[in-house]
């Protein structure tokens, strides 16, 4: 599955529609997060009740969400269509804080509305600010590197819109982790979930230090517990008796080839007798 990346699209006047032949970016990378934020416009009325506390005071306005997120560019990881100074691809967000004329009243500027998107995320407003900061300079003195914080606000509170129940299908081979917790050793982890062989469990998560688990850690203790033992073992016993047998009735017991038992549980054995 290709990595979805966040969008930034100019909207028409009524901030509803990307506005056709509007601009249209596509970030370098994706941010690291978005931080929104709601409020209310809640004032308290002049010469009331100032007991009242809570009650006296009055919603007068919609409410508005705010977005704030940081973009990054760097034109040395550019693997289409590099340029030389990193501002020729932050100037395509600069817009988006540009007044532009607004196309019913030619005399009145604002900045034009803007679409942020990334995967089911979206959101529609202006931009409120923008702060861009430049690094990495050439020998030549242009930059190369940039880092952009945006605050988009809409007068609103953002809805979420969801489609069906939320739930993840089951898949097959997939099992639940456990994070372990601040103390935790792996022997605890496994006994609190019923389970005894926590060596295998160990070698299974690749874990080193089974005594020491690091907080939040994620754990499969769904091992099964098994010895891993393979070969077989194989004893074999020749008797031989020769034509010119002794009238002697002793009978003697000689090593003939080998008699090794390996010290792993896979090795083999062999031995013969002989009467003589």
Same mark, same amino acid.
């Given at each position: 599955?290709?990595?979805?990346?966040?969008? @930034?699209?100019?909207?028409?006047?009524?901030?509803?529609?990307?506005?056709?032949?509007? #601009?249209? +970016?596509? +970030?370098?990378?994706?941010?690291?997060?978005?931080? +929104?934020?709601?409020?209310?416009?809640?004032?308290?009325?002049?010469?009331?009740?100032?007991? &009242?506390?809570? %009650?006296?005071?009055?919603? =007068?306005?919609?409410?508005?969400?705010?977005?704030?997120?940081?973009?990054?560019?760097?034109?040395?990881?550019?693997?289409?269509?590099?340029?030389?100074?990193?501002?020729?691809?932050?100037?395509?967000?600069?817009?988006?804080?540009?007044?532009?004329? =607004?196309? $019913?009243?030619?005399?009145?500027?604002?900045?034009?509305?803007?679409?942020?998107?990334?995967? %089911?995320?979206?959101?529609?407003?202006?931009?409120?600010?923008?702060?861009? %900061?430049?690094?990495?300079? !050439?020998?030549?003195?242009?930059?190369?590197?940039? !880092?952009?914080?945006?605050?988009?606000? #809409?007068?609103?509170?953002?809805?979420?819109?969801?489609?069906?129940?939320?739930?993840?299908?089951?898949?097959?081979?997939? &099992?639940?982790?456990?994070?372990?917790? #601040?103390?935790?050793? @792996?022997?605890?982890? &496994?006994?609190?979930?019923?389970?005894?062989?926590?060596? $295998?469990?160990?070698?299974? /998560?690749?874990?080193?230090?089974?005594?020491?688990? !690091?907080?939040?850690?994620?754990?499969?203790? /769904?091992?099964? &517990?098994?010895?891993?033992?393979?070969?077989?073992?194989?004893?074999?016993?020749?008797?031989?008796?020769?034509?010119?047998?002794?009238?002697?009735?002793?009978?003697?017991?000689? #090593? $003939?080839? $080998?008699?090794?038992?390996?010290? %792993?549980?896979?090795?083999?054995? !062999?031995?013969?007798?002989?009467?003589?």
């Amino acid at each position: 599955m290709a990595l979805a990346k966040a969008k @930034l699209t100019e909207l028409d006047e009524k901030f509803e529609d990307p506005k056709p032949g509007g #601009q249209s +970016v596509e +970030v370098q990378f994706n941010p690291e997060l978005l931080k +929104v934020t709601f409020a209310n416009q809640i004032v308290q009325p002049q010469g009331g009740d100032q007991s &009242a506390g809570n %009650s006296g005071r009055q919603f =007068v306005g919609a409410g508005t969400t705010k977005l704030a997120l940081q973009l990054w560019f760097d034109v040395t990881a550019m693997e289409k269509d590099p340029v030389d100074d990193v501002r020729r691809l932050t100037q395509k967000v600069v817009f988006f804080m540009t007044p532009q004329k =607004v196309k $019913s009243d030619p005399k009145k500027l604002s900045p034009p509305g803007v679409q942020f998107q990334w995967g %089911s995320f979206l959101f529609k407003g202006i931009v409120d600010g923008l702060e861009e %900061s430049l690094e990495y300079f !050439s020998p030549e003195g242009k930059p190369l590197r940039a !880092s952009i914080s945006l605050t988009l606000s #809409q007068q609103k509170i953002l809805e979420t819109n969801f489609e069906g129940e939320g739930k993840v299908p089951a898949r097959p081979g997939q &099992a639940p982790l456990n994070a372990a917790k #601040q103390g935790d050793s @792996l022997q605890n982890m &496994a006994a609190k979930n019923g389970k005894t062989d926590w060596q $295998s469990i160990a070698a299974a /998560n690749g874990i080193e230090d089974p005594m020491r688990m !690091s907080p939040g850690a994620l754990v499969d203790l /769904n091992i099964e &517990a098994g010895v891993g033992v393979g070969g077989a073992f194989d004893t074999s016993v020749g008797l031989s008796a020769g034509a010119a047998a002794a009238p002697s009735l002793g009978v003697g017991v000689s #090593q $003939s080839g $080998s008699a090794r038992l390996n010290a %792993s549980l896979g090795g083999s054995a !062999s031995a013969s007798l002989s009467l003589g």
